[in-house]
């Protein structure tokens, strides 16, 4: 089995920015596909971010162009550069992977974002 811990959350003023970590306690970063998602108040959980094993990206539209993907294999971390922070924004984000078949969660950081 394989956990992952998410951090680097807070509180920011809108335009603000902040980086979340996920470290996962094996090697899975370079053989798995990583995602972040991420599940406001009320709302389902979205996905937000996917980070291929082979490092391509993909975004959904309400965060394209302001967050930013990448992994560091070596470090069993995948990042979530989040810049240009709106209220919108505001949530639990959570990262995910598939590993024998079942879907991995960490337990979420939250993210605040004043207006």
């Known amino acids: 089995q394989v956990q992952l811990v998410e951090s680097g959350g807070g509180v920011v003023q809108a335009g603000g920015s902040l980086r979340l970590s996920c470290v996962a306690s094996r090697n899975i970063t370079s053989t798995r596909n990583m995602y972040w998602y991420r599940q406001a108040p009320g709302q389902r959980r979205e996905l937000v971010a996917t980070i291929t094993a082979t490092g391509r990206t993909s975004y959904s539209d309400s965060v394209k162009g302001r967050f930013t993907g990448s992994k560091d294999n070596a470090k069993y971390t995948a990042y979530l550069q989040m810049n240009d922070l709106k209220p919108e924004d505001t949530g639990v984000y959570y990262c995910?992977?598939?590993?024998?078949?079942?879907?991995?969660w960490g337990q979420g950081t939250q993210v605040t974002v004043s207006s």
């Open positions: 995910n992977c598939w590993v024998g078949g079942s879907k991995v």
